[in-house]
């Protein structure tokens, strides 16, 4: 069937609001709700010694929030590279690697190619996938499915948080095979990520505050994103998103490195976006913040309101849901998508089919 726009401006607005069923469909393929428990999976994650995760654009974001996720939560290795370099660069393999690729359409060029090598190297292979009957899905020993549904917008919005979601969840099936989460552990991450769904609701109505925001950054040449833990690899999603949609320049950085380079460039026309839900590294953000913001640059700091002032002037903030840290890239998505949404319609850009991008690439 068709899928049609509805009531929304763009398919980019609508799969944005679609993300409650998208991760909310998605968490249940790995997760019972029910018994609280993570389903057990075909792969032994209690043999594996390393994930490698494979992907391009978007995906290669998500892979890297799934990195956090399996080495905190599973005590697993994780790596995780572009496909194109992967590719090319003969890369130091050991036996005991499970590769996983990630992919919305399951058909990109380089992701597909670095699989195929994976697998005719003897390793394992696992496929997140949100096209089901994809070359990838057909390639892989193991489908991992994501729920997002047919994404038609250019810049990728429900498949990432949908393999955020995939990734999240078999980073805690992993850990509870290897003995890393009890079944008391178990219970509460299974909660905390059928939480996901309600707080994205949550974000959904930062709505107006975001707009504000959107109307200031179009005037922007250049934004930097900042964030730590699983913060920084969403900081790059986001500057990715403005830079599809809105062409504007925009860089996302760890934020404890910014003070190695990236502090240079902070003048009063450049907007820094720092995505800090209140976790373990809350403060070390904070801190950077103020940083900044003593050199005249101007702060966004999106955060819950319960979260602590950073002192200093020209620090506007932008309330969050309050969550979980193991769902904050879940729920600190939907900001980060609505910026760069309505930035661009700001600017008149054509949001679902941005100048020069595929929806896929499936040639080099
Ligand atoms: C293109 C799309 C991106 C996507 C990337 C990887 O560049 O414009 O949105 O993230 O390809 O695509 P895949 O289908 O492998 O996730």
């Not at 707009?211 to 005037?219: C, E, P, S, T, V």
Request: net charge negative; glycine share 6%; hydrophobic share 45%.
């Amino acid at each position: 069937a068709m899928v049609e726009k509805g009531a929304y401006r763009h398919f980019m607005e609508k799969e944005v609001h679609e993300q409650p069923d998208s991760v909310q469909h998605t968490l249940s393929e790995y997760l019972d709700l029910v018994t609280g428990a993570a389903k057990p999976q075909s792969v032994d994650f209690a043999a594996v010694d390393r994930i490698q995760i494979i992907a391009c654009g978007t995906a290669f974001y998500a892979g890297q929030i799934g990195k956090y996720a399996f080495e905190k939560y599973a005590g697993l290795p994780c790596d995780v590279e572009i496909a194109s370099e992967f590719r090319y660069r003969s890369p130091a393999l050991t036996p005991g690697t499970v590769a996983v690729a990630v992919s919305q359409s399951g058909e990109t060029a380089d992701t597909l190619a670095s699989l195929t090598w994976c697998k005719a190297q003897g390793l394992k292979t696992a496929a997140v996938v949100n096209v089901h009957t994809s070359s990838m899905a057909r390639e892989a020993d193991v489908l991992w499915p994501t729920h997002a549904g047919p994404e038609i917008g250019v810049a990728s919005t429900k498949a990432f948080t949908a393999q955020v979601s995939a990734l999240l969840a078999l980073a805690v099936a992993a850990g509870v095979a290897r003995g890393k989460i009890d079944a008391t552990r178990e219970a509460e991450l299974v909660k905390a990520l059928f939480e996901a769904p309600r707080l994205i609701a949550e974000a959904l109505q930062m709505d107006g505050q975001i707009r504000a925001i959107a109307h200031d950054l179009a005037k922007a040449t250049d934004v930097l994103f900042l964030g730590r833990g699983a913060m920084f690899p969403l900081a790059m999603e986001g500057a990715l998103k403005l830079k599809e949609i809105s062409y504007i320049h925009a860089e996302g950085y760890a934020a404890g490195e910014l003070k190695h380079g990236p502090i240079a460039l902070v003048d009063e026309k450049t907007p820094i976006i720092a995505l800090a839900p209140l976790d373990e590294v809350y403060e070390k953000t904070a801190s950077n913040l103020q940083e900044v913001a003593a050199r005249g640059g101007p702060v966004v700091m999106i955060a819950p309101a319960s979260a602590p002032a950073p002192h200093g002037a020209g620090i506007r903030r932008v309330d969050a849901p309050d969550c979980h840290p193991l769902i904050a890239p879940l729920v600190y998505a939907v900001p980060v998508q609505l910026l760069a949404y309505y930035t661009a319609v700001q600017k008149g850009t054509d949001v679902d089919q941005p100048r020069n991008l595929a929806k896929s690439v499936t040639v080099e």
